[in-house]
């Protein structure tokens, strides 16, 4: 793990999350050879990733797929879930591999095969921090056929058929937030957090919170939360989230 101690405000902020040191250190010496970006930090895994997001808040963080420690979509949906405005960009090797359908199960913002060139990878970072999607252009039917034949050749569960916004409340719900808090955190009325509510709830087949609750811990979470525990994967408890895990205080004095 490593944080770089100045930042010119002026740049792109880059966390590079992969496990390969030598395409690491050739990612930031490219990137910031570039003017445009800064590397202000560096991991070895998702966990890492993870904790160093919460820390640096980057602009962008390029994930490397697989990556070893955790799941790395696991590390996706817990930064999404405390960030919901972060830009990540998938680093692969593969063309038709299921990483690649990440960007639009996962809402991922880029897509990018390692194979790439350099200033494909540049160009992905710049249209994420505007807010758009990227995919490596040699990858976007791959994407598309894939996605679409794996859409319509399977009957979605009912936890599939929940949008990302309903996915995400219910997730926040999950573990114990208030609607006035899940609102605040996302920057929406509460009552569009009451209308995401009864349209998750109604979707399950369910009447209330406590059915769904029971729902949810019969037939799997997709949102890395142990239904028994109350614990998500990344090992923090869902009551008072943030920097008081044990694991991120412990990294957090390593750093």
Do not use: W
């Not at 979509?73 to 999404?80: C, K, L, M, T």
């Not at 897509?111 to 758009?132: F, H, M, N």
């Amino acid at each position: 793990m490593h944080i770089t101690e100045y930042v010119d405000e002026y740049k792109i902020k880059v966390l590079i999350a992969e496990d390969q040191a030598l395409l690491r250190s050739s990612l930031k010496v490219y990137l910031e050879t570039q003017g445009s970006c800064e590397v202000v930090g560096e991991a070895n895994d998702s966990r890492e990733a993870m904790l160093l997001f919460r820390y640096l808040k980057p602009d962008v963080v390029l994930l490397g797929l697989p990556m070893p420690g955790m799941d790395g979509i696991v590390a996706v949906r817990s930064i999404r879930r405390d960030f919901p405005e972060a830009r990540i960009i998938a680093l692969t090797p593969h063309r038709a591999d299921k990483s690649l359908h990440a960007v639009l199960d996962y809402d991922m913002d880029g897509y990018v095969i390692k194979t790439s060139t350099p200033e494909d990878l540049l160009t992905a970072i710049q249209s994420v921090c505007r807010g758009e999607t990227h995919v490596s252009p040699e990858s976007t039917v791959t994407l598309i056929n894939g996605y679409l034949r794996r859409r319509y050749s399977t009957k979605p569960t009912q936890l599939e058929m929940l949008t990302t916004r309903e996915t995400h409340i219910l997730d926040l719900v999950l573990s114990g937030m208030k609607n006035k808090e899940i609102a605040k955190k996302l920057l929406i009325s509460t009552r569009t957090v009451e209308k995401h509510r009864d349209n998750f709830t109604k979707k399950l087949g369910k009447q209330n919170l406590r059915q769904v609750r029971e729902f949810v811990k019969a037939h799997g979470t997709p949102f890395g939360i142990d239904a028994d525990t109350g614990i998500y994967s990344d090992g923090v408890e869902t009551k008072g989230r943030g920097m008081e895990s044990s694991s991120e205080s412990n990294t957090m004095r390593r750093i």
